[in-house]
């Protein structure tokens, strides 16, 4: 599988670092970093947000940095496929909240200090 470039916050970073083959440059609270497994990062870095608080569309398409927003509805309909995430009308806005399967998958790959 090729490596590829992708923008993670430094606490996903920090949570799955045997993704990270090497980090580039720093901007804010973002590390620029080449990455194995491209797929598996992007689908954590997704639940990861979730992790806490239901979010908005919005705040989870930002949030999660993942660029593409084709990439990132691919990622989300995967997630709700699968039953990682659920989606409720609130008003207006969609809300995503991470299911009890997806926290089991999320906890799966995070990196344990101990």
Sequence with gaps: MKPRMTYLSLEVAEQFSDFIISKDEQI???VKAR???FSTISLLKLLYQLKYN????S???TKSNIRMKKSFLNYLHLCVKYNFVTKMAVRSNMMYSITDKGKT???LFVQQNN
């Excluded at 239901?54 to 569309?57: E, K």
Aim: glycine share 0%.
């Design 35 to 37: 990455t194995r497994d």
């Design 54 to 57: 239901p979010m908005t569309f």
């Design 105 to 107: 998958m999320l906890d």
């Design 59 to 61: 705040d989870l398409y």
């Design 28 to 30: 804010l609270d973002y």
